[in-house]
């Protein structure tokens, strides 16, 4: 056989098997342009949401879908949590999907979790599953106030002998009235209603109940009201702010003066868990040996007892009232009226 017969073979032979091809129907579905079946949220946003919502899809169930969001739930009615948004790339596409909520609608989140259903140009939907976790505020909680709650740690320079630690009831002679007692039976309450997502920095309310005495220390002594000085939480309704990077906590609110006028407040304190806490004269930095006597470990020390905190005041040097004398005269007065230096108030966490 010549060359140019076999290559005539070989064409005839493409072009059939080139025609059977051409004849037999495509075994495939038709393409869809993913676009037309777009059913992905790029952002989900309820009222009260901490951090981004975490929005997953199952290609091998691809009718279905979660979204997991953090929230601040303790002031939150979750019958009825707003939406803020829900978000889809390309919002102007005439092929944007579309959802069955919208920003300004609720979801019901009583039960734990709510369904929405995304639903794409071509018509296939998706159902995803909204489910939260409550956003925990370290602060957040309810406070009980323990018996004789009120502590001081005050002197003016000398930290041996100058410098003293100790509770209100020890020296219960400066207070003719005893009214640092009526704190002893309040409940503090703080509520968490905002975060800040980058930060960390929480704010929220404070209700302190003056408790079955219905009473709010004035912090008369004898020397006249020291309420400037320890009247460091709001008496009734406040609010609290914290400074994640810090720790500390602001409460704002009033308090009612021995005159009957109502006054502002705003006090800064730390939380400081249970433990003992010494020597407090290195703690405030005040550049003063804390000499040699044999005492001085047990004065400038303060033990928080297992299951208790402490809301730690700290006055600066130069707080509004102080009176710094050039000497300590190692009196009361000179520790709880001229220049206190720590203010604590013992509670135990419900």
């Known amino acids: 056989m010549t060359h140019s017969v076999k290559i005539g073979l070989l064409a005839a032979l493409f072009l059939r098997a080139l025609c059977a091809c051409s004849e037999e129907p495509r075994n495939t579905e038709p393409l869809v342009d993913p676009w037309l079946r777009e ?37 939150l009615d979750l019958s009825r949590v707003p939406v803020e948004a829900i978000d889809f790339a390309y919002p102007e596409s005439e ?86 007692k009526w704190e002893d039976d309040n409940t503090l309450t703080l509520v968490c209603t905002g975060a800040d997502p980058e ?17 709010y220390a004035s912090f008369d002594s004898n020397w006249g009201s020291l309420q400037h000085f320890y009247r460091c939480i709001p008496e009734g309704d406040g609010t609290y702010s914290t400074k994640a990077s810090t720790g500390e906590i602001t409460f704002k609110g009033t308090y009612t003066s021995a005159e009957g006028q109502q006054v502002e407040l705003e006090k800064t ?19 003063i040996a804390l000499g040699d006597g044999t005492d001085a470990p047990n004065v400038k020390k303060l033990t928080i007892p297992a299951g208790q905190c402490a809301f730690t005041f700290k006055f600066p040097p130069d707080y509004p009232g102080l009176t710094v004398l050039a000497s300590s005269d190692y009196s009361d007065k000179d520790k709880f009226y001229n220049y206190p230096k720590f203010f604590f108030i013992l509670a135990e966490k419900q």
């Not at 609608?105 to 995803?128: F, H, K, M, P, Q």
């Not at 323990?146 to 400066?174: E, P, Q, R």
């Not at 304190?269 to 550049?287: F, H, K, Q, R, V």
């Open 199 to 215: 930060t960390g920095d929480t704010w929220g309310t404070v209700r302190n109940d003056a408790g079955a005495d219905g009473k």
């Open 269 to 287: 304190c730390s939380i400081w868990p249970e433990g003992e806490y010494s020597p407090l004269a290195e703690i405030y930095a005040d550049a």
């Open 39 to 75: 059913r992905t949220p790029v952002n989900f946003r309820l009222q009260s949401q901490i951090g981004a919502a975490t929005i997953t899809s199952d290609w091998r169930n691809d009718a279905e879908g979660t979204i997991f969001v953090t929230l601040i739930s303790g002031s």
């Open 95 to 180: 092929y944007c999907p579309t959802a069955s909520v919208k920003a300004g609608d609720t979801i019901d989140l009583s039960g734990g979790s709510a369904s929405i259903v995304v639903t794409a140009y071509n018509g296939e939907t998706r159902t995803y599953t909204v489910t939260y976790e409550p956003f925990v505020d370290a602060v957040e909680g309810v406070y009980k106030f323990v018996t004789h709650c009120c502590w001081l740690y005050g002197g003016n320079v000398a930290a041996w002998g100058g410098t003293h630690i100790m509770s209100f009831f020890d020296k219960d002679w400066n207070f003719p009235s005893s009214n640092y």
